[in-house]
């Protein structure tokens, strides 16, 4: 199993610019989240599924937009680069459960914007 | 969801044991709490997970008192390649929007 799996690793944009940041899963976990981390801080959820055509906004939505149109991918969407996006992205899956709270992330992928 | 409250930072040295104490006033009933580890340019990794009283797996234990208002991961005997953030999360698991992370704690181990 190759668990999470997030391209490109590294990214520059110019302002302006959009882009797709891509997530793919081969666990079959229903749940997937896209995370921002700016250096020396926590994550913070950007969205969220609960599975194939169902998204919903984290703490901080404005300026992304996700799909879910499968159970493994969950692409994550720039509409127009700012440099208040830079930053690592992280996506992360988990399985659906009530008692089990363990998530799998990706390696992170690194954008700049300038 | 349950905010969380643990040191920014602690130092300790090779071979000691390391207790991280996590604080979460309001926690709900079917609320978890569930420590990550994060090493630099890598995502967070899944440590424990623990509802009540004390677990225990390969790499730590946690404790949680009868209350559930904090929490304690305890690492023994750390080595250098334990130097990293520690997250400690509380949530619903029946919830996807679950994994709220705050600031973590940076542990640096020491020779």
């Known amino acids: 199993n190759a668990g999470v799996t997030q391209t490109p690793k590294f990214q520059v944009l110019k302002t302006g610019q959009s882009m797709t940041l891509q997530c793919a899963q081969d666990?079959?976990?229903?749940?997937m989240s896209w995370y921002r981390q700016d250096p020396g801080m926590g994550l913070r959820l950007i969205h969220y599924s609960v599975g194939a055509g169902i998204t919903d906004q984290g703490e901080v939505p404005n300026g992304y937009n996700v799909s879910r149109s499968t159970t493994e991918d969950f692409p994550l969407r720039l509409l127009s680069a700012a440099p208040s996006q830079t930053s690592v992205y992280f996506c992360?899956?988990?399985?659906?459960?009530?008692?089990?709270?363990?998530?799998?992330f990706g390696q992170g992928t690194r954008l700049t914007v300038v | 969801l349950a905010k969380t409250t643990q040191p920014i930072s602690m130092d300790s040295y090779e071979g000691q044991e390391v207790n991280i104490t996590c604080s979460h006033n309001?926690?709900?009933?079917?609320?978890?709490i569930t420590w990550y580890q994060q090493f630099p340019s890598q995502g967070p990794r899944f440590i424990i997970q623990g509802y009540k009283t004390k677990v225990t797996n390969e790499v730590a234990s946690l404790f949680i008192p009868a209350d559930r208002k904090s929490s304690t991961l305890s690492l023994p005997r750390v080595s250098l390649s334990d130097t990293a953030v520690y997250y400690c999360?509380?949530?619903?698991?029946?919830?996807?929007?679950?994994?709220?992370f705050g600031s973590g704690t940076q542990l640096t181990v020491l020779p």
């Open positions: 666990m079959n976990h229903e749940y």
């Open positions: 309001n926690i709900a009933t079917n609320d978890y």
């Open positions: 999360l509380v949530g619903d698991p029946g919830s996807a929007r679950q994994l709220t």
């Open positions: 992360a899956s988990r399985r659906t459960s009530i008692l089990n709270t363990e998530a799998f």
